[in-house]
Structure formats: C-alpha cells, structure tokens
C-alpha cells in the first residue's frame, strides 16, 4: 500500500446527502434573486417588452453566476454589469431594427434591477450563510482528533506529525473526503505546516473550496482574507485565489491594448534588431523555442536570436560542464554561445520584444512568470508546479527583483507568490519596476 492511500480513510465514513452545500446554497439564492427581480417587474409593469427585458436580464445575470454568491465574498458587481451590458445591447440591436429609440423605462429597469441586486447582496450572504452551513473538512494533528467530532456538517481528518511533513500526502487525503462528502470549507487547526497550508490552497482553488485557518500566514494579500469566529475559535477565512470577470477582463484588454501600441511605436526598432541580427552571421533573425504556458500547455515562444546558429545543440554538454543540469533554470554562465551582438541585445532586453506578439496571440501575458522549457519544468518538485497556474509573461516578480542574480529558488517562490497573489495593482508595480530594471540593465545577462 502507498503512503498516500494509507492515509486514505480506512473507516467507513458517513456519506453526506446528494445536494452538497455549495448547489445548495446555489439554489436559495437562485430563488431569492428570482422573488426579488418578480417584484420589480410587477411594480414597473406588466407589458411585454418590460417583461420581456427583465426576464432576459435575469437570465443573462443567472448564467454569469451573479447570484453565486460565495463565502468571503461581499458583492458579485461584475457578472451583474455584464447582465446589463448584454441586454442594453440587444435591446439596442432590436430598436436599430424596428427604425426605434431604446425606450428609456426599459433601460432604467435594467439599472434598478442591477442596482437592487447589488445592494441586497450582504443581506442574501447573511441568509445563506444562517439557512445553508458549510460542510467542513477539520485537518488537525492526529493528538487533536479526540476533541473534535464527526457531526452533520463537519468531518475530522487526522494526521501524524510525520504525515503532515510531506504535503503530497495530505493534499491528496484532504481532496478524497472533499470530493466524497461535496465540502465547500477546508478548515486547518493550528499545527499545519506553512507548506501544507499553501499545497492545498493551491490543490483547493479549481473547485472554489475555501479555507479558513487557525494560525497565522504572512503569504496571501488582505483582500482574500476575512476575520470568521467558529466553533473552534477565530480563524482566517482564505477564499480562492480565483480573480472575478472584470480583473480577468481587464487584464486581458492591458495585455492587448499594451502588446499592440507597443508593436506600432517600436517598429522600427524591431526592423532595425532583425536586419543587423541577420547581417552578423547570415542566420535567421527570430528564434522559435517551444515553452510551457498556462496549465501546463506547450507554445512557441518568439525572440530575437542573440546566441549562434547550433546553440541548442551546444547546451547539453555546456551545462554538464558546469553541474547546471539538474536545476529547473538551464543557466550556463559567461555563455559561449552568445554573440556579441546579441550580449547587447540581452542587455538591454530588445531580445524579448518579438514575445509581444505571443501577448497578442493569448499564450502570454506582459506581467507573469517567465515561461520555461519541458525539460526544466520536468524538474520541478514541491509548489513550483504553482507557476503554471497563471499565464506566463514577459516580465515577472523575479525579473524586477533581481533576475539573474537569483537562484532558482528564490525565483521559484516569488513566481509561485504571484501566481497565489497576483492583482491588477501587483502588475501595475511590476511594469513600472521593469522600465527601471531595463533601463539600468540591473541583473541581465
């Protein structure tokens, strides 16, 4: 038997019903939202076209998750815009049309539904949370099981100090029973080693399973953070490190808008690079290298070529010279292969520049974790497998703290800080540190 499956319940444990807590709980406030948005209609009025657009605003705020609304979380404002967005534009379309004016009652229909869902939404948590408790999974100590016990909405998970040590094995114990029971809370009693607590934050986040910890950690932003009292005392309610619709949007938009205006002022500078990058050697003046990127998904990286023609054949033997080829960052020092023009090139980082056409293309981003090559991701051990969960970009945390003076751990825990962290003001830092960084050629190689 594996550790892992020995850590597995070897108890029968009592199933919960069928509809978990989260689908649950998704359903009142489907029903609450739906009494809500009846009354509005029925004070505005009964004609069609109103029932109509109301009907078709809830159903667009419904499919966004608006009344999802999750533990940790004060309002869910964006899929509620995006529901008044989408609808104010097909009755525009209807009225373009029919030769006709967007009638301005509809519209203002449309604002007081999505104002009135806004507002009422602390009120709707505060009844969720009363009418529909999380079901729990306790991770304490093996010594703290006798003082915690199974109960309706809660089941206790034990684990040897030895145990707790190794945070393979807990993640994939703790993701059993919530899988098994539909828990929607993972609760850490004091005891639980930081890097568990991490590994299974990040383990937790695909299925928006929250934690709520008993002991201290410096390494999530206040925004993900809630003060919670439980029966167990005060604790930190960590809710996924999952950002909502407008950061993602908005993030997406900055990487386009960013990528495409960049491309048109430095045009010439591209021309320029790939005209004397060909006349030095007569070789091609773009380099293709093949990456991982987000979750794991391999693309085409593009840079200026700044070492000779066979380099990749080279770097095999260079970085055995060297004792380089057993750490996830293939570096080779005072690099042979790169030529003098391309030393400059790295210098001044011109060679990253060809990369704002993969930002264009979706596979990265401007601000991210630098993407790295199949061979060097094989390596990778413990939480810097947490990098991929975020787009790679151009710059990153690391890049602006340092770069190549820092080792591989150093960069691996900044990156795996921004893939748990990261924010449009986070990224907006990062850009800024960056122009200071390229300027001063600070850490380039």
Not at 111 to 139: C, E, K, M, Q
Not at 143 to 155: D, L, M
Not at 388 to 402: A, D, F, H, I
Request: overall charge positive.
């Amino acid at each position: 038997m594996s550790t892992i499956q020995s850590a597995l319940p070897s108890h029968p444990v009592l199933p919960w019903p069928i509809l978990t807590s989260p689908l649950r709980r998704r359903g009142l406030a489907a029903l609450i939202a739906a009494g809500l948005t009846a009354g509005i209609l029925a004070v505005v009025g009964t004609e069609p076209l109103v029932l109509g657009a109301g009907a078709a605003w809830f159903v667009l705020a419904l499919a966004t998750h608006a009344f999802d609304i999750r533990r940790g979380e004060r309002h869910r404002s964006a899929p509620l815009l995006v529901a008044t967005a989408f609808t104010l534009a097909a009755l525009a379309a209807h009225s373009a049309l029919w030769g006709q004016a967007v009638r301005g009652d509809v519209a203002v229909l449309l604002l007081a539904l999505t104002l009135a869902h806004w507002a009422s939404t602390p009120l709707v948590r505060l009844v969720l949370d009363r009418t529909v408790p999380p079901r729990a999974i306790i991770v304490c100590p093996a010594a703290e099981i006798v003082r915690h016990r199974h109960g309706r909405s809660q089941r206790v998970r034990g684990f040897s100090a030895e145990t707790l040590q190794d945070p393979g094995v807990v993640v994939a114990a703790v993701l059993h029973d919530v899988a098994r029971g539909g828990a929607d809370r993972v609760e850490l009693l004091p005891g639980i080693p930081d890097r568990t607590v991490q590994q299974l934050a990040w383990a937790l986040r695909r299925d928006g399973v929250e934690l709520l910890l008993h002991q201290p950690t410096g390494r999530v932003r206040s925004s993900r953070t809630e003060l919670l009292m439980t029966a167990h005392g005060p604790g930190l309610l960590l809710t996924p490190p999952r950002p909502g619709l407008l950061t993602r949007v908005g993030k997406r938009a900055l990487d386009v808008l960013g990528a495409a205006a960049l491309l048109v002022l430095l045009g010439p500078v591209l021309l320029g690079t790939a005209l004397a990058v060909r006349r030095e050697d007569g070789g091609p003046a773009l380099y293709r290298q093949e990456r991982i990127g987000l979750d794991g998904k391999p693309f085409q990286i593009y840079k200026f070529r700044t070492m000779v023609q066979d380099a990749d054949a080279q770097l095999e033997a260079l970085l055995r010279e060297q004792n380089a080829d057993g750490r996830p960052l293939f570096k080779v020092s005072a690099d042979p292969r790169v030529t003098r023009l391309g030393a400059f090139l790295r210098r001044s980082s011109i060679d990253e520049l060809p990369q704002l056409l993969n930002v264009l293309e979706g596979t990265m981003s401007l601000v991210g974790p630098r993407p790295q090559r199949p061979a060097e991701v094989a390596l990778y051990d413990g939480d810097a497998e947490h990098r991929l969960g975020v787009r790679p970009g151009m710059t990153g945390l690391w890049q602006v703290s340092g770069r190549s003076r820092l080792s591989w751990e150093q960069a691996r825990e900044l990156d795996v800080y921004y893939a748990h962290n990261w924010s449009p003001l986070l990224d907006l830092t990062i850009l800024l540190r960056t122009f200071k960084a390229v300027l001063t050629s600070d850490g380039a190689v």
